[in-house]
């Protein structure tokens, strides 16, 4: 099956650029020029999507805002482009519910290797012979789903890069996991000495379970050599 990615980015000559090259690489690339055609396209496109990446500075609007579209109504993965050195864009970009950024210029093989890494985590896992549910603190992972609900049966609104996240963590609780095992796992690329990505991704996944930040129980940092899940976990089938 081919891979439907939607792009918008205000240059026209990386659009077309980027468009040449992913369809050389077995993907369908629908284009937007700006934010309102965007949204059209996302709209009518929804369900056909694996994946979307949007450029952070656009004439009508930003990248930010339309992450925010795409997150109120899917969990479709999100690659963010900037052209800013600083760490701000990236960081609100991710916390808004990315899954990845790359920062222009950038090298289109890069861009392609993301896609493909992305593209690989979120894929539905055979998982025939392994639990279906992990529930820990009233909340249930759906592995077939994937999906999480609270114990009152609301839905968690999880990207794909949280779910990611979670699920490392619920097949290992009570290990210490390291900062780079963690990286490799969700992102498909080491967590650099400054890179504050993965922080980023655990301070959101502690919001949206409800965990304190400031004295976390549930997913509690070790200094200077990770994270830890620390509550019981227990599995099932049905």
């Known amino acids: 099956m081919t891979r439907k990615i939607l792009i918008v980015d205000d240059d026209q000559k990386t659009r077309v650029l980027l468009k ?28 056909q999507l694996s994946l979307v990446i949007l450029d952070v500075m ?26 800013s050195s600083d760490d701000t864009d990236r960081i609100v970009g991710l916390e808004l519910g990315a899954d990845d950024y790359i920062a222009k210029p950038y090298n289109p093989r890069e861009l392609l290797a993301r896609i493909k890494a992305i593209l690989r985590r979120t894929a539905t896992a055979d998982v025939a012979a392994a639990p279906r549910y992990y529930r820990f603190l009233g909340f249930t992972l759906d592995l077939i789903e994937r999906k999480v609900t609270d114990n009152a049966g609301e839905l968690v609104a999880l990207t794909g890069l949280d779910y990611q996240l979670l699920k490392y963590f619920v097949e290992h609780p009570g290990d210490v996991l390291d900062r780079n095992v963690l990286s490799e796992e ?28 400031k004295q976390p129980t549930l997913i509690k940092t070790v200094r200077g050599a990770g994270y830890v899940f620390s509550a019981d976990v227990s599995v099932a089938s049905a």
């Open 58 to 83: 656009l004439p009508d609007t930003d990248g930010f805002a339309l992450c925010k579209v795409v997150r109120q109504k899917s969990n479709i993965p999100i690659i963010m482009l900037t052209a």
């Open 186 to 213: 969700t992102r498909g690329r080491d967590a650099g000495p400054l890179d504050r990505s993965l922080d980023v991704q655990i301070s959101r996944l502690r919001l949206l379970l409800k965990d304190d930040s």
């Open 20 to 47: 040449t090259y992913l369809e050389k690489n077995q993907y369908e690339v629908i284009l937007s020029h700006n934010g309102e055609s965007f949204v059209a396209e996302f709209n009518s496109q929804m369900n």
